[in-house]
């Protein structure tokens, strides 16, 4: 008995309206690899305050790898051996650099209008990874379990019962904000980089004020019209 | 064991303070800044190595 040819041939209506083709087609319509994984970058690229956006996520690996050797060796360890301590420090300073880097970088985005092009959610997904790093710098100072955790749990639990969400976020309780800060922060500020990421992939680079009506490469990436320039193009 | 643990009372005093009239900063705070604003200027002034400026 020979199977028939239409019963291993692919659906061909199924496979257009399916999910997965769908999903195929949207992602390489708008993250095609070239975009994904350029072989270069325009020249206006070549400046040393386009560093500090890479020089926040080597940071902020260095952050995530000392604190899983911490959560893994526990307080007991961190708290009073001398290693404990060096990479409980070395935690706190690369924080430290995460968010310096970070505010340079915020700064440079800021003083070029780095928003433009239709680059708004770039720009926004960057305003939400520093207010998730920010929740999760604190709930970091909360698990140092001296005066000064103390001092701002006290302090803190003010303002969160004020906004009414004491209750479910609660600085006393150390259970709950250990678990904030070595799960939920970690994997929400690292999900929302990679978001700004490939967003920074999807769009390329922006241009510098002075060129972004005349740039060939911006031109060539955002279909007519979609371009939000400031000024139009007119400039 | 507990004295490794236990700072001694005279490093939990809450750093030095510096004021200018109604302006007072944590003196730690005031370096972050000081080190974020150098980062920046240098980035903007600071030839990107590999790169020929064009004249
Ligand atoms: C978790 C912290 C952050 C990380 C790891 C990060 C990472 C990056 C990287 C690697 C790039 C591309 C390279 C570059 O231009 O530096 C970038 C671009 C960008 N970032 Fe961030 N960023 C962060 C926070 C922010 C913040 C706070 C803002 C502003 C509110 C922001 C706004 C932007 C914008 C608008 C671009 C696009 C620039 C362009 O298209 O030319 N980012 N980011």
Known sequence: MTTRESDREPQGDASDSSWTMWARRWVLKHLPPEKLLPDGQPSYVASWIYVFGMGAIASLIYVVASGLVLSLNGPAWYHVSSLGRFVNSSHLWSV????????????????????????????ITGVISFAVSIVA???????????????????AKDALNAVGIGAWFNVANLGQVFMWHIVLLPLAVAAIVALHVLLVRMHGVVPPLEVAASDAQ?????????????????? | MFSTVLLPLSEIGGGIYLGWGRFLIQFGNLIVIVVMLALFALALVLPFPGTKRPK
């Open chain 1, 137 to 155: 710098a604190f709930t970091g100072y909360l698990l140092q379990t001296n005066f000064d955790s103390q001092w701002i749990a006290f302090q």
């Open chain 1, 96 to 123: 430290e650099l995460f968010f310096m880097t970070m505010v340079v970088h915020l700064w440079g985005k800021y003083w070029m209008a780095a928003w433009r092009g239709g680059r708004v959610l770039t720009w």
């Open chain 1, 218 to 235: 911006l031109r060539a990436d955002s279909p007519a019209g979609t371009d939000t320039t400031i000024g139009g193009g007119a400039r």
